[in-house]
């Protein structure tokens, strides 16, 4: 199993709608989990940080930590076409390696 | 406040060659990372360093280097330029407060 794992999309949705993205992780990725945002040719934004178990809001955006299944999501409210991006879940496998998965792209339609 | 930068924004380079990349942390950071990111893949782990000591190497080969300065200022270096480094490198800095890590706008390098 890898480290943290994505699925690579696109995942579709329409304008308004709640976009659902979803991230594992296995053992060795501890529990501290980072959403980032990555426009085509850009560098990675933080835009979520969750380090305990449950959710976490933002404006928009809702983290979820389930520890139990290793389970990490992002959703997105009101979803938006400037939201169209890559979103890459990250997680910690030793003291200081972030792990990133492969990255989930997001396309909004109008 | 100024976040993360790095130069040169793009590199072109030649198969042996070697290179050098720069990046400054946010201002009051005193640790920085160093990945690469090729297409279609998550950025990957190559140094972290605090203080200006190496805290954690990712699985890259001995070409790759790096140091921190006293201003935690840091340079990435790699020699011996493979086809296979060109790549997207980036640099994240991250205070002692939490471990989040901020990115810079990256250094495009491509090996001809």
């Known amino acids: 199993q890898k480290e943290v794992e994505q699925n690579s999309g696109p995942l579709s949705v329409p304008e308004g709608a709640i976009a659902s993205l979803n991230c594992t992780y296995s053992d060795r990725v501890s529990q501290s989990f980072f959403w980032y945002r990555q426009y085509s040719g850009k560098s990675p934004e933080l835009i979520m940080s969750?380090?305990?178990?449950g959710d976490k809001e933002d404006g928009r955006f809702t983290a979820q930590l389930n520890k139990a299944s290793q389970y990490v999501s992002l959703l997105i409210r009101d979803s938006q076409p400037s939201d169209s991006a890559t979103y890459l879940c990250?997680?910690?496998?030793?003291?200081?390696?972030?792990?990133f998965g492969k990255g989930t792209m997001l396309l909004v339609s109008p | 406040d100024a976040g993360v930068t790095q130069s040169p924004t793009h590199l072109i380079k030649t198969r042996g060659q070697q290179v050098t990349l720069r990046c400054s942390p946010i201002?009051?950071?005193?640790?920085v990372s160093w990945y690469q990111q090729v297409l279609g893949q998550g950025p990957q782990f190559i140094f972290q360093y605090y203080e200006k000591e190496e805290r954690g190497r990712g699985n890259f080969p001995d070409r790759f280097s790096a140091r921190q300065f006293p201003n935690y200022s840091s340079e990435l270096n790699v020699n011996a330029l493979l086809l296979g480094d060109s790549a997207l490198y980036l640099c994240a800095s991250s205070s002692d407060t939490n471990n989040e890590q901020f990115f810079g706008p990256g250094t495009r390098l491509t090996v001809l």
């Open positions: 969750i380090y305990s178990n």
């Open positions: 201002s009051g950071h005193k640790s």
């Open positions: 990250a997680g910690y496998s030793g003291y200081s390696t972030l792990t």
